[in-house]
């Protein structure tokens, strides 16, 4: 069973960075989406970006285009998430996940495959 685990969270002022990483336990030809999502206490979870791991596609969320930079190493078994210029608003606990069947890639009920979650806390 393919297993996700996060690293890189922290706290860190507006306007600074962090690079978030998700470290596959085993390449799998089955995963055809890398993707993170976000989650505030009291709020659903947040698709924030996602990696087409066949076509080489990346989309982002409207409040991170810009900021945020999905990328992975050649393995594709490592992929990070460069955050900058962060705000106060991008506070959350940060999932990693994966999904073995295409589909709306912002819609969580697709993944199958989910990390523990890194904590980010940016404070202003």
């Known amino acids: 069973q393919v297993q996700l685990v996060e690293s890189g969270g922290g706290s860190v002022q507006a306007g600074g960075s962090l690079r978030l990483s998700c470290g596959v336990s085993e390449a799998s030809s089955s995963i055809l989406i890398m993707a993170w999502f976000r989650q505030t206490p009291g709020k659903e979870r947040e698709a924030v970006a996602a990696f087409y791991l066949r076509s080489g596609i990346i989309y982002y969320a409207d409040s991170v285009n810009g900021r945020f930079t999905m990328s992975h190493d050649n393995a594709k078994i490592t992929f990070y998430l460069q955050m900058t210029d962060l705000k106060p608003e991008d506070t959350a606990v940060y999932y990693c996940?994966?999904?073995?069947?295409?589909?709306?890639?912002?819609?969580?009920?697709?993944?199958?495959?989910w990390g523990q979650g890194t904590q980010v806390t940016v404070s202003s």
């Open positions: 996940a994966a999904r073995r069947a295409y589909g709306v890639w912002s819609d969580e009920r697709g993944y199958d495959i």
